[in-house]
Nanobody, 128 residues
Framework: VQLQASGGGLVQAGGSLTLSCAASGRAFSRTAMGWFRQAPGKEREFVAAVGWSGGITYYADSVKGRFTISRDSAKNSVSLQMNSLKPEDTAVYYC??????????????????????WGQGTLVTVSS
């Protein structure tokens, strides 16, 4: 099982970026997929998740209204559209998904939840 994240980069505050994650090795269509991030010197934290149907999403309060997660189950991929970026959004972003089926987007956002599969991370740097 592999998750390949891409799309990170350097952007000015107020700008936008879109992260993408392609999954391979198994079908992820019946479980949630999500994004986490880890800022320098901080613990990794949940950002957003999307359910297996693509219709249910769940966001951390810090990104609600600015970030949009979506998935293409046919392509085994998930994207994170990030708008109105702030310097505090600077972090390495990881896509992730559970091994178990029928995990919900909300499940992934529960404090302390650890998905089984992780991508390699992509760095997002927001300059002020």
């Amino acid at each position: 099982v592999q998750l390949q994240a891409s799309g990170g980069g350097l952007v000015q505050a107020g700008g936008s970026l879109t992260l993408s994650c392609a999954a391979s090795g198994r079908a992820f269509s019946r479980t949630a997929m999500g994004w986490f991030r880890q800022a320098p010197g901080k613990e990794r934290e949940f950002v957003a998740a999307v359910g297996w149907s693509g219709g249910i999403t769940y966001y951390a309060d810090s990104v609600k209204g600015r970030f949009t997660i979506s998935r293409d189950s046919a392509k085994n991929s998930v994207s994170l559209q990030m708008n109105s970026l702030k310097p505090e959004d600077t972090a390495v972003y990881y896509c992730a998904t559970p091994k178990a089926l029928f995990v919900t987007a909300h499940d992934m956002g529960v404090r302390g939840y650890q998905p089984d599969y992780w991508g390699q991370g992509t760095l997002v740097t927001v300059s002020s």
